[in-house]
């Protein structure tokens, strides 16, 4: 008898970091139909447009499908050798800083966890950043600073269950829409929930506030530092809280206290009687969550922004409780996966320190590797400054197009432009980036990857590789693997995502000894078929809330309160320069639209770029609606036509940032961007640069 053919495979949406389960249905082995899986915890069977329209970008049309050394096919033997002499090379003549990874929260958890293993225990360097840098490193960071390990402390039933839920920095309406749908409902049930929303532009997320704040750009930890004097003089501290479980509390709490209402009304240009209603609901409710995101993070001040805002959930006590945390929501569909495996340049896998003696050695012992890096590698600003003053040499480049993504474009061609090897694993034969590679190696792309990611709210959920690899395309790990051996490093010997994936949980078991809240060691008994057949699982396995009995990853067990200082954005504007460019993105576009410019519906919501822009501005500058504009600075400058709308403040403009040069080269936003950084998290201050505006 014929084996059966399978006719449903469930996955996970390539998209973002809500991580929504998907049920594909097959004919004969081929995807033709999807749909949001009833049974997943982060969508029960909600999709949304985007998530809806995966299938329409799945076809082979732009894929890379066979490897390429300077633009000519090879097989994987030649390049593999090629990138493995490379590497071998490069660190033989100048040492091991100068090579470089630059991988992607599109990446699965596996992909992640191999290259990380390769650049911080075999090459001996963290030069291995990624473009969640971009996206929630800043929360990263104050999440281990206050909490002493970088745990999201919420989930999604926390947003239904709560009070007051105040929403800064995020437009959740088009950037997580599921999420958001889920908050609406959750409204629609209960009118005395309370939703704030706090944000420069008014978006569709505001529509459903009981307060809107249309703050000043960059003024957010003044919002919070208010909020936390405000607790201090209206007994809304939970003193008994603050002594058991946390340190630093006195310093953070006179910080705070010169914020009165008075003076946060005109620091962040809101009124003050809004003000005074959402601090005392906060002083009020048993239960309140902050949720988060880009418009926090992306700031030469972001990680004081996070310190704000855990702040005032430790110091009122509103954390490790259902209904209540700091929520930092990510924004890539792994960002989460990454961080676990210590994705990023100043991490360790398995939620340890690159700085901490005992935690490099333990690493080192679990992997037996030759090396271990012992010190912070280059993030990803200062990665690609690096490679354009001639320090690194060697860069890898995996699932991401920092041309398009990265601020102050002319630095990242420069950059690219003067390494002298370019290795770019991707999907797609053209991008932005690729045009640079001096090898191209074709990855697998999202239906043909399998593995796992990490959502927002801690789930582990599968993607399934439904199709077979295209062509010649590898995956991600596998390419990793087949250079590190060819390098002649063992530990490589990979046959399946599985045993990475169990290799990974073993190493989760070896950081106990730390005292880490990240623990996947029950999972590294998974058989093949339980890998296989594995349901979403939200750690910390064992279904407890983190911090819910009050102690915290740090050493005395107690979280730690920052006095905070609110700063202003560096990129100031000038006479030259008046206006303030904020970025974002469209409800049904992702990232540099790679992928989603393949899908023809999901144009229709967004036809072209445009240039948001008050209408007093508008007026007071001569300027009409849908007339091409120039938006300029010392950078550059892009062109677009103008949309005139009030739902910008006065002084402000917006754009997308998802344009690339496939579909508008005229119209990349993040070239106006000064490659400037929080100096904690490294994160680019992607929400604030002065610009001049001009009819085209
Ligand atoms: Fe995909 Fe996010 Fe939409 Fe869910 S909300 S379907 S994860 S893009």
Redesign the pocket.
């Known amino acids: 008898m014929a084996d059966k053919v399978p006719l449903l495979a469930q996955s996970t949406?390539a998209?973002?970091g809500?991580?929504?389960g998907v049920d594909i249905q097959l004919e004969n082995g081929q995807a033709k139909a999807i749909k949001g899986s009833e049974d997943h915890p982060a969508?029960f069977g909600r999709?949304?447009v985007?998530?809806s329209h995966l299938l329409d970008t799945i076809d082979l049309s732009g894929r890379l499908l066979t490897p390429q050394i300077d633009n000519t096919p090879c097989d994987w033997p030649t390049a593999v050798d090629h990138v493995a002499d490379k590497l071998a090379r490069t660190i033989e003549q100048y040492g091991p800083e100068s090579v470089a990874f630059y991988v992607s929260g599109q990446l699965l958890t596996e992909d992640y966890y191999v290259a990380n293993k390769l650049m911080k225990g075999y090459l001996g360097s963290a030069n291995i950043d990624t473009n969640s840098r971009l996206c929630m490193s800043s929360a990263v960071a104050s999440y281990t600073m206050a909490l002493g390990e970088d745990v999201v402390p919420c989930d999604y039933q926390d947003l239904e269950q709560t009070d007051l839920l105040i929403m800064v920095g995020s437009n959740a309406a088009w950037t997580?829409?599921?999420?958001y749908q889920r908050i609406e409902r959750a409204k629609q049930l209960n009118p005395d929930f309370k939703i704030v929303v706090i944000d420069p532009r008014r978006t569709f997320t505001s529509d459903i506030a009981d307060h809107f704040l249309q703050i000043k750009p960059g003024s957010d930890a003044a919002f919070f530092n208010g909020l936390l004097c405000y607790l201090a003089n209206n007994d809304g501290l939970d003193q008994q809280f603050l002594l058991r479980h946390t340190d630093d509390a006195e310093a953070a709490i006179t910080a705070a206290s010169e914020w009165t209402i008075d003076k946060v009304a005109s620091y962040c240009q809101v009124p003050a009687d809004s003000l005074t209603d959402i601090y005392k609901t906060f002083c009020q409710v048993d239960k309140a969550v902050t949720f988060y995101s880009m418009g926090i993070n992306q700031s030469s001040s972001g990680v004081e922004k996070c310190l704000a805002i855990i702040n005032c959930h430790l110091a009122s006590g509103k954390i490790g409780k259902p209904g209540s945390g700091p929520f930092s929501i990510t924004g890539q569909p792994n960002a989460m996966g990454g961080r676990e495996v210590g994705g990023m340049a100043n991490q360790l896998t398995a939620h340890l320190s690159l700085t901490d003696s005992a935690h490099t050695a333990a690493v080192q012992s679990f992997w037996q590797s030759p090396t271990i890096a012992s010190k912070p590698g280059a993030k990803a600003v200062d990665l690609f400054q690096k490679m354009a003053n001639g320090e690194i040499k060697f860069v890898w480049i995996m699932a991401t197009n920092p041309m398009v993504s990265l601020p102050n474009r002319a630095l990242v061609e420069q950059a690219l432009s003067r390494c002298e090897t370019v290795v770019v694993s991707d999907c797609n034969e053209h991008t932005d980036t690729m045009d640079f590679a001096t090898v191209k190696l074709p990855a697998t792309s999202w239906l043909e990857k399998d593995g796992t990611v990490t959502n927002a709210q801690r789930t582990i959920s599968r993607q399934r590789g439904v199709h077979s690899p295209a062509g010649a395309a590898k995956h991600d790990w596998q390419i990793v693997s087949d250079v590190a051996q060819k390098m002649g490093f063992s530990g490589f010997d990979y046959q399946s995502p599985h045993q990475v994936f169990v290799e990974y949980a073993q190493l989760t078991g070896v950081a106990q000894q730390f005292n880490r809240v990240l623990d996947l060691s029950p999972l590294a008994s998974l058989s093949t078929s339980q890998y296989q057949t594995m349901k979403p699982v939200q750690w910390p396995l064992n279904g407890q809330r983190p911090f819910a009995n009050g102690k915290f990853s740090t050493s005395n067990g107690k979280a730690k309160l920052f006095a905070i200082t609110p700063k202003a954005p560096v990129q100031q504007t000038t006479q030259a320069l008046p206006f303030v460019l904020n970025s974002g993105r469209v409800r049904d576009q992702w990232h540099t639209m790679t992928r989603t410019g393949k899908a023809d519906k999901l144009g229709l919501h967004q036809t072209q770029p445009e240039v948001m822009m008050h209408p007093f501005d508008a007026e007071q500058k001569g300027l009409s609606q849908g007339e091409l504009v120039r938006v300029s600075n010392d950078l550059g400058h892009v062109i677009a036509p103008l949309n005139v709308s009030n739902t910008v403040r006065v002084g402000e403009l917006f754009m997308a940032i998802h344009w690339n040069q496939q579909f508008a080269s005229h119209a990349n936003v993040s070239q106006l961007y000064q490659d400037v950084v929080d100096p904690i998290s490294g994160q680019p201050e992607s929400k604030h640069a002065p610009v001049a505006i001009s009819a085209h």
């Open positions: 949406c998209y973002c809500v991580g929504c969508n999709l949304c985007k998530g997580h829409p599921v999420l």
